[in-house]
């Protein structure tokens, strides 16, 4: 399984890079510290070599075998990525396979957000006939280093009426559904 036609786009603010040291020698690695995580992974794609994308958090083991069988079944209209967290039924930004086709169709990454553009990303993905697959988010060993840089409460919120507004159909269900767990979490207490 080689990778020499893809392209690992690692965005950071990190100066010590755990990914970077598990990834291949065959696949092109881009690291990127632009300001903001949608910025660098659109500047990342746009710096890249090869159209077989992958965008890998700086804190994981690479799957270098996961991504190579994932990518001998994908076409250039599927998104493959860890699945999310119920009840989100997308994938998360941790470890995200495209082509640079689709990337193109759904318009990149949005640059005025830095959370919710993974499922942002996803949910236009279906949007425009594309298939989402979830991988094993298990599979992918994650340090979860801190960076700070987490939602609270209110960034959460803020987040769903985001994702609420731009896909409504879509995400409306999924943001009553977190709203719901969350009151009645609240009412357990």
């Known amino acids: 399984m080689s990778l020499e036609n893809v392209s690992v ?10 990914t970077t040291d598990t990834i291949p020698s065959e696949a092109e690695v881009v690291v990127r510290r632009d300001d903001g995580l949608n910025v660098a992974r659109n500047a990342g794609v746009e710096a890249a070599s090869n159209d077989w994308i992958v965008i890998a958090d700086d804190d994981i083991d690479f799957p270098t075998e996961t991504v190579a069988r994932t990518i001998d079944r994908m076409d250039d209209r599927t998104l493959a990525g860890l699945a999310d ?27 005025s957000r830095h959370h919710g553009g993974d ?40 987040w769903m009426a ?28």
């Open 9 to 18: 786009v690692v965005p950071t603010a990190r100066d010590q890079i755990h």
């Open 85 to 111: 967290f119920p009840p989100l039924r997308w994938i998360i930004g941790r470890l995200m396979i495209f082509h640079r086709d689709l990337w193109r169709t759904v318009g990149g990454f949005d640059e």
């Open 119 to 158: 499922t942002d990303f996803a949910i236009r993905v279906e949007k425009v006939g594309g298939q989402v697959v979830q991988l094993d988010r298990e599979a992918v060993p994650h340090y979860d280093e801190d960076t700070g840089e987490g939602m609270d409460e209110l960034e959460h919120l803020e």
């Open 162 to 189: 985001y994702l609420t507004r731009r896909h409504p159909a879509k995400f409306g269900p999924v943001a009553g559904r977190i709203v719901g767990r969350k009151v009645l979490k609240l009412l357990r207490r």
